[in-house]
Nanobody, 115 residues
């Protein structure tokens, strides 16, 4: 059974940093495109960042230069380093694994940016 487990969320002051992790129990993890999404209260879920099997990355404009997505295929884990956090980054962050018709989600981790 596939599981994605996020961790690393919490409360941080504006300008602070957090590192999210997503541990995946997936066979051939390296073949999945991994992504981070977020959903703020009253808003639709939005794509934050993706990383391909080859390591190419893509970011939503609002986080470019502040967030970095990375993956460790040996550990079946994807990370999201978040720096210079802003109140508008407050959301539940979800990990996603995608390959062909397969699409898996984690349960989410709350990130709150507030003074």
């Amino acid at each position: 059974q596939v599981q994605l487990v996020e961790s690393g969320g919490g409360l941080v002051q504006p300008g602070g940093s957090l590192r999210l992790s997503c541990a995946a129990s997936i066979r051939i993890f390296s073949r999945y495109v991994m992504g981070w999404y977020r959903q703020a209260p009253g808003k639709q879920r939005e794509l934050v960042a993706t990383i391909t099997t080859g390591g190419s990355t893509n970011y939503v404009d609002s986080v470019k230069g502040r967030f970095t997505i990375s993956r460790d295929n040996a550990k079946n884990t994807v990370y999201l380093q978040m720096n210079s956090l802003k109140p508008e980054d407050t959301a539940v962050y979800y990990c996603n694994a995608h390959m062909m018709v397969y699409d898996y989600w984690g349960q989410g981790t709350q990130v709150t940016v507030s003074s």
